[in-house]
């Protein structure tokens, strides 16, 4: 059997925080216990809010706890030519449609939050003549969206268990590339996933709802579907997930006040690697990694964590 590929894919909108960093762990665990490689990609699609002191700050943060990638990092915003190409392919195809609707384009290149898919488009495009198309252009630029079928798509998730969703009645049809030109988180990250050789992805539960329509976009393209892990998010003691959004604290404020070990036995313990919380080092952790130790529900953090760990 080869060895393991896999990544970590933060999005440099802010800092990260121990949600993001318990990820990477994970993920950087995983291929490194079986001696695989781990990449790194810099998903910066939505340039303006990825300015390139938070991109270097990410980088920063993960070398100071140790997490070390194979290959020099992977820069979405500098990949629009492939895919174009891609997009070239499923617009042979005959799924994409021009869309001239206005709500959620903004957001369509971004990694998904929980309760994105609540909103499921109407399809209200979907059937437009070449005339009402060309009318519409004259007014303003579409976004483009993938029609999707009629038909359950499930997967087994190795730590959530079996997923089925139907992608017409749960998420529409939806946008692979924005009217200002920018592409897609989904189309995106599926092709990148490819390109990379991605063997196992390894991210939070708050992606999982995407995962579906990233499966039907490897089947249209051709490209193979690796392993999925989504990993429990973190909460703090009010019961609010941290988040960029909610302005969670970041690794560069813990970083003032703990050390690497003690951060990174905080973080294994939030992950359900260590029974309690201890200090520890990137060498003992990755010895030791076991996937059946990985917590499967979101885990509240104590407020004692966050004062004194």
Not at 83 to 90: G, P, S, T
Not at 139 to 157: E, G, N, W
Not at 232 to 246: I, V, W, Y
Not at 248 to 256: D, K, M, V
């Amino acid at each position: 059997m080869s060895l393991p590929v896999g990544r970590f894919a933060p999005t440099p909108s802010g800092y990260l925080h121990p949600g993001n960093l318990m990820c990477a762990l994970i993920a950087y665990l995983s291929v490194r216990h079986a001696g695989g490689r781990f990449l790194l990609r810099i998903e910066d699609l939505d340039k303006p809010r990825c300015p390139d002191h938070l991109i270097q700050d990410t980088l920063s943060d993960l070398t100071y706890l140790s997490i070390r990638w194979d290959e020099p990092p992977l820069y979405q915003s500098s990949r629009t030519s492939i895919y174009e190409h891609a997009f070239q392919m499923l617009r042979d195809s005959g799924v994409i449609y021009p869309c001239f609707c206005t709500r959620n384009e903004l957001h369509a290149a971004l990694a998904p939050h929980p309760g994105d898919t609540t909103f499921i488009y109407s399809g209200k495009c979907s059937h437009l003549t070449p005339e009402q198309v060309q009318s519409l252009s004259a007014i303003r630029k579409p976004a483009m969206r993938l029609r999707v079928p009629d038909r359950v798509f499930s997967f087994t998730d190795r730590l959530q268990g079996l997923v089925s969703q139907s992608l017409q009645e749960e998420v529409g049809d939806f946008i692979v590339r924005r009217s200002d030109g920018v592409y897609g988180y989904q189309l995106a990250v599926v092709v990148d996933d490819a390109m990379s050789g991605m063997t196992e992805i390894v991210r939070g539960r708050d992606i999982l709802s995407s995962t579906p329509r990233q499966i039907y976009l490897q089947e249209l393209l051709h490209l193979p579907t690796p392993a999925y892990y989504h990993v429990p998010l973190l909460s703090d003691g009010s019961g609010k997930k941290m988040s960029k959004r909610n302005q969670a604290i970041s690794l560069r404020e813990l970083s003032h006040r703990y050390t690497q070990p003690q951060l990174l036995g905080f973080l294994a313990y939030c992950a359900g690697l260590l029974p309690e919380y201890r200090e520890t080092t990137m060498d003992s952790l990755i010895s030791s990694f076991d996937w059946s130790l990985i917590r499967h529900d979101d885990f509240v953090i104590p407020p004692r964590f966050l004062q004194a760990l």
